[in-house]
């Protein structure tokens, strides 16, 4: 199994801000992804994190709101952009070995906009 | 793509008790469906999972049975203990395209387990 840590963990941000969300995973692996997940709801996959390469965004995600970076096989960022109160949620990073699916899920990060 | 229904979407049951949690699928071509728990304030826990060329797995307490024909999957707890309560997640990754692994989660049981 991975072991995945995330900063921060929690955090309260004013609108028109931006906040990175880093995630650590204590072991390789071949796919990281970052979720959504507003309260009381399930997950929902904002993108697919890519090493060396540009993340690959779900509908009704763009880039430009939620830049990714992933320069190894082990770490990655998420930034949420010029924040609005629609942005509160649970932001969740996962990792998993492609070949076998199995995926693990971070703390996760609990953004309030305000 | 890949659409996941979870029922119920919340379930009381008596310590001791047996639960069961059922979820459909659309894409006949998934092959891996996981379960994760997850607690207030904490990240999704997968406690299970099974391939499509299994009908059936156990472990310990918790077992998952899968329909390939119907394209359904159940959750089973046995000798439910409080420590259970949470909310339950099924997911299935549908056919791979593009980026593989990629999961579609259900809309989550909240399962109590009373004294």
Not at chain 1, 6 to 28: A, E, N
Not at chain 2, 14 to 26: L, M, N, P, R, W
Request: neutral net charge; hydrophobic residues 30%.
């Amino acid at each position: 199994s991975a072991v995945i840590s995330q900063k921060p963990s929690r955090d309260i941000c004013q609108r028109g801000t931006s906040l990175t969300i880093q995630c650590q995973v204590d072991s390789q692996v071949t796919m990281m992804f970052w979720y959504r997940q507003q309260p009381g709801q399930s997950l929902t996959l904002i993108a697919t994190a890519n090493q060396g390469s540009e993340a690959t965004y779900e509908s009704g995600f763009v880039i430009d709101k939620f830049p990714i970076s992933r320069p190894n096989l082990t770490f990655s960022t998420l930034t949420v952009s010029n924040m609005s109160p629609e942005d509160s949620s649970i932001y969740l990073c996962s990792g998993g070995q492609g070949e076998v699916d199995t995926q693990y899920f971070g703390p996760g990060t609990r953004l309030t906009v305000l | 793509g890949e659409n996941v229904e979870q029922h119920p979407s919340t379930l009381s049951v008596q310590e001791g008790d047996s639960a069961v949690i059922k979820c459909t699928y659309s894409d006949s071509a998934s092959n891996y469906f996981p379960w994760y728990k997850q607690e207030l304030g904490k990240g999704p826990q997968l406690i299970i999972d099974i391939r499509s060329n299994v009908g059936e797995k156990k472990d310990q307490r918790i077992a998952v049975t899968l329909n390939k024909t119907a394209k359904h999957f159940s959750l089973h707890i046995t000798e439910t203990q409080p420590e259970d309560s949470a909310v339950y997640f099924c997911a299935a990754r549908g056919s791979r395209s593009g980026t593989a692994s990629k999961l579609t989660f259900g809309t989550g049981t909240r399962l109590q387990v009373t004294l």
